[in-house]
T-cell receptor, first 113, second 115 residues
């Protein structure tokens, strides 16, 4: 069974600074997909970024980018120019079985002014 | 385009009762899945439906069930409620059914409190 580990329960960053959230996963599969979701206090899960394992190029969405290391089974999220609105719980997720997402425990990110 | 809509948003039930939660996916989406979120267990996959068929099921007891209608709307039911069933139940939809890697869109969730 696939597992996803987020080793940082909480993190803080100053506004406008850069922060990196860590995620590792365990799988024996070769083809899979990885996601980062953001869950603000409203609890609405919002897709931040998506990575296809067969693509070596790291995905980027505006201020959000990932560092995907397939051999190391690592998938970290970098947030540049952090904004107060980035304060949320961030979940790393794995998918390779239909539309089933396996989530990590989450990292609470607090952006301070 | 409207997002994933879940009803009711909040509800309180008594132990032993049953509850039905409803989910309307994004228009055109045929895949609907359900997740349970609790402080202790985190986010856990319940089940997924595609074209009225359950395609995948998580590790939950038989008290948890679901179904999908021909218009892709889905319901999940929990019978004989236990205190531990108190959770945020999230519904999600996807435009593609077969294969994997599809982008999953979530609703705002239904908060269930069992007393």
């Amino acid at each position: 069974a696939q597992t996803v580990t987020q080793s940082q329960p909480e993190m803080s960053v100053q506004e406008a600074e850069t922060v990196t959230l860590s995620c590792t996963y365990d799988t024996s599969e070769n083809n899979y997909y990885l996601f980062w979701y953001k869950q603000p206090p409203s609890r609405q899960m919002i897709l931040v970024i998506r990575q296809e394992a067969y693509k070596q190029q790291n995905a980027t969405e505006n201020r959000f980018s990932v560092n995907f290391q397939k051999a190391a089974k690592s998938f970290s999220l970098k947030i540049s120019d952090s904004q107060l609105g980035d304060t949320a719980m961030y979940f790393c997720a794995f998918m390779n079985d239909g539309n089933k997402l396996v989530f990590g425990a989450g990292t609470i990110l607090r952006v301070k002014s | 385009k409207a997002g994933v809509t879940q009803t009711p948003r909040y509800l309180i039930k008594t132990r032993g009762q049953q509850v039905t939660l409803s989910c309307s996916p994004i228009s055109g989406h045929r895949s609907v899945s359900w997740y349970q979120q609790t402080p202790g267990q985190g986010l856990q996959f319940l089940f997924e439906y595609f074209s009225e068929t359950q395609r995948n099921k998580g590790n939950f007891p038989g008290r948890f069930s679901g179904r999908q209608f021909s218009n892709s709307r889905s319901e999940m039911n929990v019978s004989t409620l236990e205190l531990g069933d108190s959770a945020l139940y999230l519904c999600a939809s996807s435009s593609l059914g077969w294969g994997s890697g599809n982008t999953i869109y979530f609703g705002e969730g239904s908060w269930l409190t069992v007393v």
